[in-house]
């Protein structure tokens, strides 16, 4: 149980373009779902907490207007990328938390690797 | 200063030796801690919580000492599937602070 995927897995795309990814809780409702970042041999950085049916909560020095996050149900998140640009190529990995499971136990997905040309 | 700190690595050890390392957390509000495990470009996977009684699991001993605001991972009897990066992580307020990892090679 608890699975989370991710789509899509990798995208590559030209400067300027957007981009979305998908994240879904496959077999549990996630109230809570959370967004991060990993650039290569750094931590996972926290970008943003999405609750379903309200607006996303962004971490100090992320820009709500650039990485658009969409929480519509209880199972499906949503991180768009707006006018991408190199500086954006990153790994990209959701996660979504079990009610049940204590406040910190969160379930990641596989991630998305974003390649900006 | 980071939230959270780790020794990056890595750490080359022959198969079945015994490996250890720490990492250290600022925040003393800090509720909850894991050791997660990394594989290459791979997401990250929970490898362990960590008590502050200690626990075990298999080869794997987590020790937390809340006192001076560390963590740390034993593996024993190494194996090569050990091979990956072990990130330290702790938790707090619904939110998680990731290291950046240290990295583990078994060599056969």
């Known amino acids: 149980g608890a699975v989370v995927s991710q789509h899509p897995s990798r995208v590559i795309c030209k400067s300027g373009t957007s981009v979305k990814i998908e994240c879904r809780s496959l077999?549990?409702?996630?109230?809570?779902m959370f967004w991060y970042r990993q650039f290569p041999k750094q931590s996972l950085m926290l970008m943003a907490t999405?609750?379903?049916?309200?607006?996303?909560?962004?971490e100090q020095g992320v820009e709500k207007d650039k990485f658009l996050i969409n929480h519509a149900s209880l199972t499906l998140s949503t991180l768009t990328v707006t006018s991408a640009h190199p500086e954006d190529s990153s790994f990209y990995i959701c996660s979504a938390s079990l009610p049940a499971g204590g406040p910190d136990t969160q379930y990641f997905g596989p991630g998305t690797r974003l390649t900006v040309l | 200063r980071k939230e959270v700190e780790q020794d990056p690595g890595p750490f080359n050890v022959p198969e079945g030796a015994t490996v250890a390392f720490n990492c250290t957390y600022s925040n003393s509000a800090s509720q909850s801690f894991f050791w997660y495990r990394q594989d290459c470009r791979k997401e990250p996977k929970l490898l362990m919580s960590?008590?502050?009684s200690g626990n075990e699991d298999g080869r794997f001993t987590a020790q937390l000492n809340r006192a001076s605001q560390y963590i740390s991972l034993l593996i024993r009897d190494s194996k090569l599937s050990d091979s990956a990066t072990y990130l330290c992580v702790v938790g707090g307020y619904y939110k998680l602070s990731f290291g950046a990892g240290t990295t583990v090679t078994v060599r056969a």
């Open positions: 077999d549990f409702q996630a109230t809570t």
């Open positions: 999405s609750n379903e049916g309200s607006k996303a909560t962004y």
């Open positions: 960590v008590y502050s």
